[in-house]
């Protein structure tokens, strides 16, 4: 789910439906009145994607998921300009995974994907322009492998924020900050806080 400032609604796609274990591919968009959207080329059925709007290029960015009838987890990458979706096949990009979490960093003017479950959790922090991905290695050691966790911007203080998730068998309760300096291009992780009075917690919204 995203808010689509360009046409000032919000779009949900995909999920799983009480009925089935099939997930849904369907697309609705949101203005104070529910509108099936669904038709043309779409991303295909998924549940726990992830998705941001990028204000740069008036589109709506979605990446992975799963599928339910064969659990297959998917690493492709789609955009949504208001009246359809537009696959879009480009390498490098991140490995499959659900779960991640994805926001628009306007310091950088891309939408910023980090962490996510396959096989395995994961730490990796990547970036999307609109026309490529790109792996961002930070100064420093990222926060520990995760999924289910919370991402987003803070516009005040000109960071990413991190906060929360697991790795399957731990529940993190730790706050991280990522930092960007422009003139050198570089990316610093700060641990802010590893012991939250929000508690440990994983699967929340954060926005």
């Given amino acids: 789910m995203a808010y689509d400032e360009a046409r000032d609604n919000m779009i949900v ?29 779409t991303p295909g059925g998924r549940r726990w994607p992830v998705a941001s709007y990028d ?19 998917l690493g492709d990458t789609w955009e ?3 009246e359809s979706w537009s696959g879009r096949t480009v390498a490098p990009a991140p490995a499959p995974r659900l779960q991640s979490a994805m ?7 891309s939408v910023l994907l980090f962490g996510g479950l396959d096989a395995a959790a994961m730490n990796d922090l990547w970036s999307w322009d609109g026309a490529s991905w790109t792996p961002i290695i930070a100064t420093n050691a990222p926060p520990a492998a995760r999924y289910a966790h919370g991402m987003v911007f803070d516009s005040v203080r000109a960071r990413v924020v991190l906060f ?9 309760a730790d706050t991280w900050e990522l930092s960007y300096d422009a003139a050198t291009g570089s990316s610093t992780w700060i641990l802010r806080d590893n012991n939250s009075p929000l508690g440990a917690r994983s699967g929340f919204e954060m926005g």
Avoid: C, E, I
């Fill in 13 to 41: 796609f995909g999920g799983r439906p009480t009925t089935s274990s099939v997930p849904l591919g369907d697309s609705h968009t949101y203005n104070g009145t529910w509108t099936n959207v669904t038709g043309g080329t």
């Fill in 55 to 73: 204000p740069m290029r008036a589109k709506v960015v979605l990446f992975g998921g799963v599928l339910g009838s064969s659990g297959d987890v």
């Fill in 80 to 82: 949504w300009n208001g």
């Fill in 103 to 109: 926001t628009y960093d306007p310091v950088r003017r």
């Fill in 164 to 172: 929360g998730g697991t790795d399957g068998s731990s529940t993190f």
